[in-house]
Structures are given as structure tokens and as C-alpha cells.
């Protein structure tokens, strides 16, 4: 009998609704990997995960429009969750920013 791999969970925390959804069909492409939950905002994500742990969030530092943002929601994330990984996308070269996420 063969046994079946365990899925890893993914959750996409990202602003700009065309580019999550992009990020989304990807995902879809690769069996072995489960997006079980996205947000546009820190703030909801910090409450949406509390629910639904996923093994990495895909974790966009920006987040135009909400309270928290991406580094902010990170560092919240990983108090409560610290085995919780974190792949950080960003469309801003700003050093500072990115060596802080």
C-alpha cells in the first residue's frame, strides 16, 4: 500500500486581491501543497490563524490599507506560533525593510 504524503498548509497574507489569486492558481499546481487560508490584512490574519495553523504563510510586508503591517504581523505571529515558518514576498527593494522581516 502507498502511503501518502502530508500536505503542506500554506497561508497567503497579501493586499492585492489579482496577485494573491496568481499566487493561488501556482499553488494549485503543486499536489503536495494545501493553501488552507488568505488574508489582505494583518490584523486578520493574526485572528484567521488562530484557527487554521498552516506550516508556512506566505507573508507580504506591506499590506496597503491595514493597521498592521507584514514585518509587525510576523513578529506577532511568531510570539504565538514559533515553529510557524514565514516566506516573505514584497515588491519593495528596501533593504531596511527586508533584513527587519
Same mark, same amino acid.
Given at each position: 500500500? &502507498?502511503?501518502? &504524503? &502530508?500536505?503542506?498548509?500554506?497561508?497567503?497574507?497579501?493586499?492585492?486581491?489579482?496577485?494573491?489569486?496568481?499566487?493561488?492558481?501556482?499553488?494549485?499546481?503543486?499536489?503536495n501543497? %494545501?493553501?488552507?487560508?488568505k488574508?489582505?490584512? +494583518?490584523?486578520?490574519?493574526i485572528i +484567521?490563524?488562530?484557527?487554521k495553523? =498552516?506550516?508556512?504563510?506566505?507573508m507580504d510586508?506591506?499590506?496597503?490599507? %491595514?493597521e498592521?503591517? +507584514?514585518?509587525?504581523?510576523?513578529?506577532?505571529? &511568531?510570539?504565538?506560533? =514559533?515553529?510557524?515558518?514565514?516566506?516573505?514576498?514584497?515588491?519593495?527593494?528596501?533593504?531596511?525593510?527586508?533584513?527587519?522581516?
Amino acid at each position: 500500500m &502507498k502511503e501518502s &504524503k &502530508k500536505k503542506i498548509t500554506v497561508s497567503i497574507v497579501e493586499d492585492d486581491l489579482s496577485f494573491q489569486d496568481w499566487i493561488l492558481e501556482e499553488l494549485e499546481l503543486e499536489p503536495n501543497i %494545501a493553501c488552507i487560508s488568505k488574508f489582505t490584512k +494583518g490584523e486578520e490574519a493574526i485572528i +484567521g490563524l488562530q484557527e487554521k495553523q =498552516p506550516d508556512i504563510v506566505l507573508m507580504d510586508l506591506e499590506l496597503n490599507g %491595514a493597521e498592521i503591517n +507584514g514585518i509587525a504581523c510576523m513578529a506577532v505571529l &511568531k510570539v504565538q506560533y =514559533p515553529d510557524l515558518k514565514f516566506l516573505v514576498i514584497s515588491s519593495h527593494d528596501d533593504n531596511e525593510k527586508l533584513f527587519s522581516a
